[in-house]
């Protein structure tokens, strides 16, 4: 088994590359289509370093569901691909990279959003099964769904 796991999920978009872009690179935009919003309606927000782009910082903590973390954007290349360095701090300790990948198909966008990490025990032990890219892809479908949505009205 390899030392790290790759989930990934895809999509396209009716709306331009652009008005997708800014909605993943804008971390306060988040709110808009995250599969996490509103596991804890009374989650803590804390926005930092720049407003949007590389060096654009996000904490939260809430309940047992939101956890506790921190995202940070590392790379933003208008409109073709944002890195995110993700940092979980509850309910499990790890430290993974988000990479949405926009490809411009006409009036329409290709996302890509894939999440690459060193194995943590649980994810050793659910990889081979299936379970954790099932878990986590599933997240990352209903996040590409809201996406979606928001970005076609």
């Not at 971390?27 to 808009?32: A, I, K, P, Y």
């Not at 370093?49 to 973390?69: D, E, H, I, L, T």
């Not at 990889?127 to 076609?152: C, M, Q, R, W």
């Amino acid at each position: 088994m390899s030392d790290t796991y790759t989930v990934s999920r895809a999509t396209t978009i009716d709306a331009s590359a652009d008005a997708v872009y800014e909605r993943i690179v804008d971390l306060h935009r988040w709110t808009e289509w995250s599969p996490w919003e509103g596991l804890d309606p009374e989650l803590h927000r804390d926005y930092s370093g720049a407003g949007s782009g590389v060096g654009a910082r996000y904490a939260w903590s809430g309940n047992r569901k939101a956890g506790k973390g921190e995202m940070e954007i590392l790379r933003a290349d208008e409109p073709g691909r944002v890195d995110i360095k993700v940092v979980f701090q509850k309910p499990m300790k790890s430290t993974s990279t988000s990479v949405f990948e926009l490809t411009p198909e006409g009036d329409r966008t290709g996302v890509t959003w894939t999440m690459t990490g060193p194995h943590s025990l649980f994810s050793r032990v659910a990889a081979p099964l299936g379970f954790f890219d099932k878990l986590l892809g599933k997240d990352f479908e209903k996040g590409l769904a809201k996406l979606k949505a928001v970005s076609e009205n």
